[in-house]
């Protein structure tokens, strides 16, 4: 009796993941019959790179699933095989261990205007959390009116009740909507992330940030203690508190100073994500801000090196030019 109802249990499990899959390759990457689907995973994340294809095969579509080595860091590029074969696909399911969102290779893959999904570090977990069950595409008007406040402010600023007090520049930068799903060729989501972000001019920045809610990296993740930044002429000068030295490890690694560079800011919008130290659900928390260290190119911005690290910040408040935005109010 107990088998059996440990089997049926886990038929339940399979039926609630397939259907999750399903809502990723349907709704979140706007998939179609007609389209070429490129699948990218690590060894340990090949079984659910198989799940997402064979949703993929439902749809209709032609599907190819590719497994690489891992890469060793953020915006790191793929083989050059990889990137070839991301240049030949209508959307793409990039699962790897570590981001490659910002590549030259996801660049160039996004301008040829395929649609593309970062799924960095992903898992069953994150698949069948509760913020996943957000209305993605009910938050893309939200997500273009904040990139277009963005794309028309010179100055932005965030402080929250616990010390953070940051300016950043951005005037002649262009604000990125990413709700969640792939609204049009050449789009870029991350669901259960939904956010607006932007590419900070980089030398703009200056002030204190006070790291509050997580590091999404293996060596950091969901902070205990705070982090204290200081910020000086748009890159960090200072770190400490907390877990400071593996942060401070982390961007040393290449020996390069633009490792340092505050390189994007990014507005969580997703009202069911709650903060876990996974990437994809801690960036999109809503009334969180996350603010990105190293390469901002792909973005629009101008700091080019193999390396992107970000911050996550809770309970933070924004001005642009001087006026508040409230994002709670306007979700």
Not at 26 to 39: F, G, I, T, Y
Not at 123 to 151: C, K, P, V
Not at 281 to 307: K, R, Y
């Amino acid at each position: 009796m107990l088998n059996l109802l440990r089997c049926h249990r886990l038929e339940a499990k399979g039926e609630k993941l397939r259907r999750r899959c399903e809502r990723l390759v349907r709704d979140c990457a706007d998939l179609k019959p007609e389209d070429r689907a490129l699948v990218i995973s690590n060894p340990e994340t090949s079984l659910l790179g198989e799940l997402i294809s064979d949703a993929a095969r439902r749809v209709g579509c032609m599907i190819d699933h590719l497994t690489i080595a891992p890469l060793r860091m953020h915006g790191q590029e793929p083989p050059n095989d990889i990137a070839k074969a991301m240049l030949e696909s209508d959307a793409i399911f990039a699962l790897t261990r570590y981001s490659m969102a910002h590549s030259k290779a996801r660049l160039n893959a996004s301008q040829r205007g395929a649609r593309y999904l970062s799924l960095p570090d992903y898992s069953e977990e994150i698949l069948m959390s509760g913020a996943m069950l957000a209305d993605f595409r009910g938050l893309t008007a939200l997500a273009h009116q904040l990139a277009q406040a963005l794309s028309d402010g010179e100055e932005l600023r965030v402080t929250t009740p616990n010390g953070t007090d940051l300016v950043c520049m951005i005037g002649g930068r262009v604000g990125n909507p990413a709700p969640g799903w792939c609204f049009g060729p050449g789009t870029i989501a991350s669901p259960p992330d939904a956010e607006t972000n932007i590419a900070v001019v980089e030398d703009g920045s200056v002030g204190e940030v006070i790291v509050d809610g997580s590091i999404p990296c293996p060596e950091i993740g969901l902070l205990e203690a705070p982090i204290r930044l200081k910020i000086r002429d748009g890159r960090v000068t200072e770190v400490s508190g907390g877990r400071s030295s593996e942060l401070a490890k982390r961007y040393d690694m290449l020996n390069d100073a633009r490792t340092r560079v505050v390189a994007e800011l990014g507005i969580g919008l997703n009202p069911l994500a709650k903060l876990s130290g996974s990437m994809l659900e801690d960036e999109g928390c809503l009334g969180t801000v996350h603010l990105g260290m190293g390469s901002n190119a792909t973005i629009g911005g101008e700091n080019e090196v193999p390396f992107h690290l970000d911050h996550i910040i809770r309970d933070a408040r924004i001005e642009i030019d001087g006026k508040p935005i409230d994002i709670e109010a306007l979700t």
